[in-house]
């Protein structure tokens, strides 16, 4: 007979969250998991139960405070994230609908006695847009391709790496996409704008995050109009961890559409491993000047161990602030 306890490993396995995301409930009051005699968290079923509405709940993209209100009996902040999880569902079955015609006009010319070109055939499979660019220096000029345009992708490697010629490249290389270096300036733009940016600043202010400055102006960018894709520069720069952790939730829970995200972090805090999505990509730029690697993140991938060990609390971030790989001039 199975202990009717679980560990808080055990739990987010269960789950499918991060045993950091579970912290973070009970950080906010939305969970009270028992203790072992040892002082571990334990996991009952009703604690599971609870835990497991608080992550449904924010796949809808709720804040942990409108979490708070509707497990309180509000539901003032349902609307607005039913509304959008409508148009996500909405906006996937108008891609089905897509696809599904493409393969009966597929099967009309098979009927007709015309071969598909193989182009055709291939876009059912991988519908993405295709980024490809030759690597830049530390590189040797290799051609590098992104299959597939995430709404999420990170970017990491060690000091060196070359991970910010790679993401200054990849915005280049995307049409229309923008590189946000560390040198951030934004101003609104008009009212819409305005609206938006305030929308999502208080979203984030709800999950932990404090409004400074730099967050401000990260927001306010990311809200622009007309832009494919942002590359952005060490996104968590200026961002406490609570900022961090609360901006990595709401890149998640963008609305529907929304442009894609490439975000070069060597925060453990914002790259949560156990916590990244099927709709997220990590780029790993390593060490040796190695052709960049496109790593799964499940343990026991090829790469993964690599990218945790790029990974730091934003406190170890703090006090490495500035320094800069350094290569001696040559005798």
């Known amino acids: 007979m199975n202990h009717p306890y679980l560990s808080a490993a055990d739990a987010a396995r269960r789950l499918g969250v991060s045993a950091k995301a579970l912290r973070l409930y009970e950080d906010r009051g939305l969970l009270t998991p028992g203790r072992t005699p040892a002082g571990w968290r334990a996991y009952g079923p009703t604690d599971l139960a609870r835990a497991e509405e608080i992550a449904s709940l924010r796949k809808l993209g709720l804040s942990l405070t409108q979490v708070a209100s509707v497990l309180g009996g509000k ?17 996937h079955l108008t891609q089905l609908t897509g696809t599904i015609d ?5 099967r009309r010319q ?13 876009r059912l499979q991988s519908p993405d847009r295709l980024t490809s660019f030759d690597l830049p220096w530390p590189w040797g000029g290799e051609h590098f391709e992104l299959s597939v345009h995430r709404p999420l992708t990170w970017i990491t490697g060690p000091l060196g790496s070359g991970k910010t010629r790679l993401a ?5 290389a995307i049409p229309g996409g923008v590189f946000l270096g560390l040198d951030r300036r934004a101003a609104v733009t008009d009212d819409a704008h305005l609206a938006r940016v305030e929308r999502n600043i208080n979203w984030l202010t709800e999950d ?6 730099a967050l401000t102006t990260l927001i306010t960018l990311l809200g622009a109009e007309g832009s494919a894709a942002f590359v952005v520069d060490l996104i968590e720069q200026g961002l406490d961890e609570p900022t ?27 790259l949560d491993l156990a916590a990244c999505g ?17 790593v799964t993140p499940h343990a026991g991938s090829s790469g993964y161990e690599a990218v945790a060990t ?19 001039p040559a005798a």
Do not use: K, Y
């Open 110 to 122: 098979l009927a007709a006695g015309t071969t598909p070109a193989l182009s055709s055939l291939t």
């Open 244 to 270: 961090q952790l609360a901006l990595a939730a709401w890149l998640r829970l963008r609305e529907p559409g929304a442009r894609p995200i490439f975000a070069m972090t060597r925060s453990c805090a914002m």
């Open 278 to 294: 099927p709709d997220e990509t990590i780029i790993l730029c390593p060490a040796n000047h190695s052709m960049p690697l496109i």
């Open 102 to 106: 493409q393969v009966r006009s597929l």
């Open 168 to 172: 200054i490249r990849l915005a280049e």
């Open 75 to 91: 539901t003032s902040g349902l609307e607005p994230a039913l509304a959008a999880h409508q148009a996500a569902l909405e906006s």
């Open 208 to 213: 932990g995050a404090t409004r400074n400055d």
């Open 310 to 328: 790029c990974l730091a609390p934003p406190d170890v971030r703090a006090r490495t602030e500035g320094i800069i790989a350094f290569r001696p």
